[in-house]
């Protein structure tokens, strides 16, 4: 069984910050293959606190975004914890070049512990057992990818943190659409999507299913579920909005 579950669906500094939602992250399972993406403050302890439990001693692969600290803040103990804190040389860590240079979120220490290391580069394809992404380079801040990953012969593609820029809907064309949506209204100056350019995006695809999660402050107080379901009408598309502890099969 191939599943995907939710550790996390914070988005923005505030909602981090107190908690309002959890920040723990993606987890996506296939077969013997465990990954993370984006381990944020939390994670192990959401994964650990899952039922069934995530054992992050199971994970195959560590997968950062990029370094913003809701993304990123339990990446160290995750590679611990993936490596047997350094006893067994396993599993795969993939991160952007400014994740490790000049000011790393991946510590000196233990880039060893892992078997391989890869730096993430746009348009790129990587591969962990059973499963494959490649990648999008996103306009954000610092260096960001999104990703279409193959688990299980179909395609979850993953609209991380970013702009909106007008190649979004030919760059993710998977059944699956996994869609940051930190905002309510379009405010480009701040580099995170708004429902607005969410609906724009939606307006020339047609995924099978859509997933909203990394919200805001304003979004969670406009209730995620019905902003959803309003795309959902608008667009005739199976439109929900993720919940932490959240499980869809893949
Ligand atoms: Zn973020
Ligand atoms: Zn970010």
């Given at each position: 069984m191939a599943f995907i579950k939710f550790l996390g669906t914070a988005g923005a500094r505030f909602v981090m910050m107190e908690q309002l939602r959890a920040s723990g992250g993606v987890w996506i399972s296939s077969g013997s293959d465990n990954l993370i993406l984006d381990p944020g403050p939390g994670s192990l302890v959401r994964a650990l606190e899952s039922r069934p439990k995530l054992d992050p001693a199971k994970l195959t692969g560590v997968i950062l975004s990029h370094k913003h600290l809701d993304h990123s803040a339990d990446v160290n103990v995750m590679i611990e914890a993936m490596t047997a804190g350094g006893h067994t040389k396993r599993g795969a860590v993939f991160a952007p070049q400014d994740a490790f240079e000049p000011e790393p979120v991946i510590q000196k220490y233990l880039r060893n512990f892992p078997e391989r290391l890869e730096l993430l580069e746009a348009g790129k394809e990587y591969r962990v057992g059973e499963i494959s992404f490649n990648t999008v380079r996103m306009l954000?801040?610092?260096?960001t990818y999104g990703f279409n990953f193959k688990i299980n012969n179909r395609t979850v593609s993953f609209i991380t943190d970013t702009a909106y820029f007008p190649e979004i809907p030919d760059c993710f064309r998977g059944e699956i659409m996994i869609i940051n949506v930190v905002l309510t209204e379009r405010k480009p100056e701040v580099f995170h999507l708004s429902v607005p350019e969410v609906a724009d995006i939606l307006s020339s695809i047609k995924p099978q299913k859509v997933i909203l999660t990394h919200f805001g402050r304003r979004t969670l107080t406009a209730n995620p579920q019905k902003i959803a379901d309003r795309l959902s009408q608008k667009f005739g598309l199976e439109i929900i909005a993720a919940t932490d502890g959240m499980m869809i099969e893949v």
């Amino acid at each position: 069984m191939a599943f995907i579950k939710f550790l996390g669906t914070a988005g923005a500094r505030f909602v981090m910050m107190e908690q309002l939602r959890a920040s723990g992250g993606v987890w996506i399972s296939s077969g013997s293959d465990n990954l993370i993406l984006d381990p944020g403050p939390g994670s192990l302890v959401r994964a650990l606190e899952s039922r069934p439990k995530l054992d992050p001693a199971k994970l195959t692969g560590v997968i950062l975004s990029h370094k913003h600290l809701d993304h990123s803040a339990d990446v160290n103990v995750m590679i611990e914890a993936m490596t047997a804190g350094g006893h067994t040389k396993r599993g795969a860590v993939f991160a952007p070049q400014d994740a490790f240079e000049p000011e790393p979120v991946i510590q000196k220490y233990l880039r060893n512990f892992p078997e391989r290391l890869e730096l993430l580069e746009a348009g790129k394809e990587y591969r962990v057992g059973e499963i494959s992404f490649n990648t999008v380079r996103m306009l954000h801040p610092v260096e960001t990818y999104g990703f279409n990953f193959k688990i299980n012969n179909r395609t979850v593609s993953f609209i991380t943190d970013t702009a909106y820029f007008p190649e979004i809907p030919d760059c993710f064309r998977g059944e699956i659409m996994i869609i940051n949506v930190v905002l309510t209204e379009r405010k480009p100056e701040v580099f995170h999507l708004s429902v607005p350019e969410v609906a724009d995006i939606l307006s020339s695809i047609k995924p099978q299913k859509v997933i909203l999660t990394h919200f805001g402050r304003r979004t969670l107080t406009a209730n995620p579920q019905k902003i959803a379901d309003r795309l959902s009408q608008k667009f005739g598309l199976e439109i929900i909005a993720a919940t932490d502890g959240m499980m869809i099969e893949v």
